[in-house]
């Protein structure tokens, strides 16, 4: 069983940065294959990015394309989205996600380990 923590979420001026980090319970290089989702108040979960075990392939969303980028420190076990250029619409709690094999990198239903969410506000 995987347990997933999230950091680093607060309250961020439009166009300022955050960096969130997931920390696993165990390794999960080699192994796990990590993702950032979110959802905003009255909004289904969307997906943000992923990252495969090995770090070589990542994935975006489009509207986060350019201003997120997500990373791996796999000696650590944690996963990073540092988020630039933050607009209002970034506002959500964000989520981490980890499965061995995700069937779909975009689709929460492909992973089975959640993190509890951190919370993310972007002022206007």
């Known amino acids: 069983q995987v347990q997933l923590v999230e950091s680093g979420g607060g309250l961020v001026q439009a166009g300022g940065s955050l960096r969130l980090s997931c920390t696993a319970s165990?390794?999960?290089?080699?192994?796990?294959?990590m993702a950032w989702f979110r959802q905003a108040p009255g909004k289904e979960r969307e997906f943000v990015a992923a990252?495969?075990?090995?770090?070589?392939?990542?994935y975006y969303a489009d509207s986060v394309k350019g201003r997120f980028t997500i990373s791996r420190d796999n000696g650590k076990n944690t996963v990073y989205l540092q988020m630039n250029s933050l607009k209002p619409e970034d506002t959500a709690v964000y989520y981490c996600a980890a499965d061995i094999r995700p069937s779909t990198y975009y689709s929460g239903s492909s992973y089975h380990y959640w993190g509890q969410g951190t919370q993310v506000t972007v002022s206007s």
């Open positions: 990252i495969t075990w090995g770090g070589s392939r990542s």
């Open positions: 165990e390794r999960t290089s080699g192994t796990y294959s």
